[in-house]
């Protein structure tokens, strides 16, 4: 879908330059931080770069939040650049950038007219106004270094403009680096950008909607709770249990279906060094974050809905008879707990029969690329 330019409110002169800034993002969580960069984008570029005329369009592209495709993001905005007469693009992307072993926040391509910003790398929280801030500095360093390399290859003074303070792109953006007269890269602290680019994966993954993807485990999951739930040997055996082997029982179920979704579907990337610093690295933990509290997720879900459903359908006087024993609030937890366990389980063995692209979309919260969903529609 074609997005209409969001302008800037009419000011000043009528003869200032028209400046039409391309947004590229991702779908998914990306997605609804776009939307808000539109909304909040022309306004604050109007005040701060008046002499221009902002205008900002929103464009959707799946490759910015696929892994593992081999695109060059700047090239890829570049072309949009070309197609549609914009002056600037800022991609955000859902995946890390790097820069050899060092982790960057976002990075400015002044020729090109294009700018990068990992979403991921700004953290978990406060993501709206992280990215707002990140995308002025990259508009901000596009407009001054293109200005300042103009004037020089003019031959007049090459009097670059100041860049911003470090103290004031320490968080979330980091220092500035410069490699070269038309790239600027903002890389992350070490140890602390990489715990934020972590926790941003996770959130980017979205996993409290992970399993809600996941239609063939939730139905296992619910058909195993539900006969469970009207079996009497199963309210024996719950009442019979100590509380550590319940501890144990729904331990075994959670990493069963964890092991299932990875294993079989293919989610960790075995050719990943060990190395933190690796972005292939820092997926495959986040892939493990998003699945194990996605999977953790589940069962809270599970055992509200049993023991809701346990103190509704089973009388007292019926769980005192199948037990020989005064029923306790307590047994009914015990229950669902239980219960709740072989419906995790039951859960792994649907996980096993979803499809991969299925399991991959809940999993990383992106899009597939054309060719696995050729393929999925071709299955």
């Known amino acids: 879908?074609?997005?209409?330019?969001?302008?800037?409110?009419?000011?000043?002169?009528?003869?200032?330059?028209?400046?039409?800034?391309?947004?590229?993002?991702?779908?998914?969580?990306?997605?609804?931080?776009?939307?808000?960069?539109?909304?909040?984008?022309?306004?604050?570029?109007?005040?701060?770069?008046?002499?221009?005329?902002?205008?900002?369009?929103?464009?959707?592209?799946?490759?910015?939040?696929?892994?593992?495709?081999?695109?060059?993001?700047?090239?890829?905005?570049?072309?949009?650049?070309?197609?549609?007469?914009?002056?600037?693009a800022i991609c955000l992307t859902d995946l890390p950038l790097h820069a050899g072993r060092r982790t960057l926040t976002a990075q400015a391509s002044v020729v090109l007219g294009v700018g990068l910003?990992?979403?991921?790398?700004?953290?978990?929280?406060?993501?709206?106004?992280?990215?707002?801030?990140a995308t002025m500095r990259v508009i901000d360093t596009l407009l001054q270094r293109d200005v300042a390399r103009r004037a020089g290859s003019k031959g007049g003074r090459r009097a670059w403009p100041r860049l911003p303070d470090v103290r004031q792109v320490a968080s979330p953006l980091g220092h500035v680096d410069t490699p070269d007269e038309a790239t600027v890269r903002y890389i992350a602290a070490p140890a602390a950008?990489?715990?934020?680019?972590?926790?941003?994966?996770?959130?980017?993954?979205?996993?409290?909607?992970?399993?809600?993807?996941?239609?063939?485990?939730?139905?296992?999951?619910?058909?195993?709770?539900?006969?469970?739930?009207?079996?009497?040997?199963?309210?024996?055996?719950?009442?019979?249990m100590t509380w550590s082997r319940l501890l144990i029982v729904a331990v075994g179920s959670l990493i069963a279906i964890?092991?299932?979704?990875?294993?079989?579907?293919?989610?960790?990337?075995?050719?990943?060094?060990?190395?933190?610093?690796?972005?292939?690295?820092?997926?495959?933990?986040?892939?493990?974050?998003?699945?194990?509290?996605?999977?953790?997720?589940?069962?809270?879900?599970?055992?509200?809905?049993?023991?809701?459903?346990?103190?509704?359908l089973i009388p007292g006087e019926v769980l005192t008879s199948q037990l020989k024993h005064p029923f306790a609030v307590s047994d009914y937890f015990r229950i669902g707990w239980v219960v709740t366990s072989l419906a995790t389980i039951g859960g792994a063995l649907g996980a096993a029969v979803e499809s991969d692209l299925a399991v991959r979309e809940a999993a990383y919260g992106l899009r597939p690329t054309n060719d696995e969903q050729s393929a999925s529609d071709g299955g």
């Open 117 to 133: 910003v990992s979403l991921p790398a700004l953290g978990p929280v406060d993501l709206d106004e992280r990215a707002l801030q």
């Open 258 to 312: 964890a092991l299932t979704l990875i294993v079989a579907h293919g989610l960790w990337d075995r050719g990943a060094p060990l190395s933190l610093r690796n972005p292939v690295t820092l997926i495959n933990i986040a892939t493990v974050t998003t699945v194990v509290l996605g999977v953790l997720t589940l069962f809270a879900a599970l055992l509200i809905i049993t023991v809701a459903c346990g103190a509704a």
């Open 1 to 88: 879908m074609v997005d209409e330019p969001v302008d800037a409110p009419a000011a000043g002169s009528s003869e200032r330059q028209r400046m039409v800034v391309g947004l590229l993002t991702a779908p998914g969580l990306s997605q609804q931080v776009a939307d808000h960069l539109a909304r909040q984008l022309p306004a604050r570029l109007a005040q701060r770069h008046p002499e221009f005329e902002w205008h900002v369009v929103l464009r959707a592209e799946p490759l910015l939040g696929t892994p593992g495709v081999g695109v060059d993001l700047v090239q890829l905005a570049r072309e949009q650049i070309r197609r549609e007469g914009w002056q600037l």
């Open 193 to 240: 950008g990489t715990l934020r680019l972590l926790l941003g994966l996770v959130r980017s993954n979205r996993p409290w909607r992970f399993i809600t993807g996941l239609s063939r485990a939730l139905v296992a999951a619910l058909g195993v709770g539900a006969f469970g739930l009207c079996s009497p040997a199963i309210w024996q055996v719950a009442h019979a």
